[in-house]
């Protein structure tokens, strides 16, 4: 027997004479009914975890930090003058003048957090967020840094947390995936692979929804009987059980009839889970979903399905900007206002409406929320009235599932261009959610090219002073 070409299935088929394999083989065909040895079933986190579902709000392009969770009172100072200090050379190098926030800032809740007039719904919700002021990105580029923020590197190919989420925990709902990507309509930069599971079994990549098309077009009934359905599956999974006897390395396949099985079930499930209409006018209301803008009842919707998605017990969900017309995401170089404004007015209320709902339903103790942006944005103008990237230093946020509330952790320098207290980096950042979610980061690993690969790589640390 080859140890370098052998799967499990492989071991047991050719240990003790083979029987083993006869003993398990029952097993396993037990287990792929009852679903019992699925790689989405719930596994026993390493400690007690202090959340059980994430909701990741993904801010594509980058919200600048000082005209939302940062204030900088220098800036107004020393508007239209040219920096004072030594500039890092920018993505397009079309540096202009310091430039002052449009947005004045406003002390809110019994915690006295200052945030901008952009978010005053996210601001009613202030006592319970943790701003992170200091955090760092890996690159300044959308692509590589789109990768490190969702996968922990910059070249593409890893998994994505949302994958890693569900290699170590597995749903908690065997209908429905582990990790869900509700996608408001844009491709992030670097492509559909931001979501992917790179090297980990196929059963952790992300399925992804859309607001509008809840219902995945590829788990969608062709056949008018069910028992038409059953009947091909069955001949699906007789034809793969031939493929594990003859090939080595039979355990793709074993995800392919697993993730088969899964989009049986999640016929049921899905539009149940996915069925807004069911919710009540308050609830919709708290949303958003009465607004007259588009892009804010388009947000409030996915806001709804997060909601619902992690009820039900999807471990890893994953919200995506909106298509809003005449901004691109959080990526201004140009009309900061206008794009900022635009930006902002589809996600401060559905957002604000999330945490509430949780927070009334008791689910936001176990509902870690996290909202970020790959990098942040310069303290001085590009042109005129633009921001160009800033991975130095730029504000994030967690909520829920064990964060302390009402907090401000680490700090940029008096013009909000560089972390100077208590740096933070996306080994940093996935190192606590996972710690909320009952991980030990060192010790989840996969094994993949000859070493133990784990997300947060060699790096990451735990943040006792965010931790409740």
């Not at 792929?32 to 801010?59: E, Q, T, W």
């Not at 003859?246 to 999640?266: F, W």
């Not at 979903?289 to 017990?313: F, H, K, N």
Request: with cysteine.
């Amino acid at each position: 027997m080859n140890p370098y070409n052998t799967s499990r299935r492989d071991f047991l088929k050719n240990s003790s004479m083979g029987f083993g394999m006869l003993a398990a083989s029952s097993l396993f065909q037990r287990d792929l009914m009852a679903n019992l040895s699925s790689p989405l079933a719930p596994k026993v986190p390493h400690f007690p975890a202090k959340a059980k579902s994430v909701i990741f709000l993904y801010m594509d392009g980058g919200v600048s930090q000082v005209d939302s969770f940062d204030p900088k009172p220098q800036l107004a100072k020393e508007n239209g003058q040219a920096p004072k200090f030594k500039l890092d050379a920018t993505v397009f190098n079309n540096t202009g003048n310091i430039l002052k926030s449009p947005w004045e800032f406003k002390n809110y809740g019994e915690s006295g957090l200052p945030i901008s007039d952009l978010f005053p719904h996210i601001g009613s919700c202030a006592d319970d967020l943790c701003i992170i002021r200091s955090m760092t990105a890996l690159s300044p580029n959308h692509p590589n840094a789109n990768y490190a923020l969702h996968c922990g590197h910059v070249l593409a190919g890893r998994p994505s947390m949302g994958s890693w989420f569900s290699y170590g925990l597995g749903s908690m709902n065997q209908n429905l995936p582990s990790y869900v990507v509700v996608n408001g309509g844009l491709i992030p930069s670097g492509g559909m692979q931001t979501f992917g599971n790179g090297f980990l079994p196929d059963n952790h990549q992300a399925s992804i929804v859309g607001p509008k098309h809840p219902v995945m077009n590829n788990i969608a009934p062709r056949e008018s009987l069910s028992k038409l359905q059953r009947k091909k599956l069955d001949y699906l999974n007789s034809i793969d059980t031939a493929f594990f006897k003859k090939y080595h390395h039979a355990d793709q396949v074993e995800a392919a009839i697993e993730n088969y099985e899964l989009a049986y079930r999640m016929q049921m499930e899905v539009p149940e889970v996915s069925d807004i209409s069911k919710e009540t006018e308050a609830t919709r209301k708290l949303y958003g979903m009465d607004s007259p803008y588009e892009q804010t009842r388009q947000y409030a919707s996915q806001c709804l399905i997060a909601r619902r998605l992690v009820e039900q017990g999807v471990r890893f969900v994953e919200l995506t900007m909106a298509k809003v017309n005449g901004a691109d995401r959080w990526d201004q170089h140009g009309h900061l206002k206008e794009g900022h404004e635009m930006n902002a007015f589809t996600v401060d209320q559905p957002i604000a409406g999330l945490i509430k709902d949780l927070k009334s339903r008791g689910l936001l103790d176990s509902t870690l929320l996290v909202f970020s942006g790959e990098f942040g944005r310069t303290p001085f103008a590009q042109g005129q009235n633009g921001r160009d990237h800033n991975p130095q230093g730029f504000s994030m946020w967690m909520a829920g599932g064990g964060i302390k509330g009402g907090t401000v952790y680490g700090a940029t320098d008096e013009y909000g261009y560089r972390a100077v207290e208590n740096k933070v980096d996306v080994h940093d950042l996935h190192a606590n959610m996972m710690h909320l979610m009952g991980i030990d980061h060192k010790q989840l690993t996969y094994r993949f090219s000859g070493r133990d690969v784990r997300l947060t790589d060699v790096f990451g640390n735990i943040i006792p002073e965010i931790l409740a």
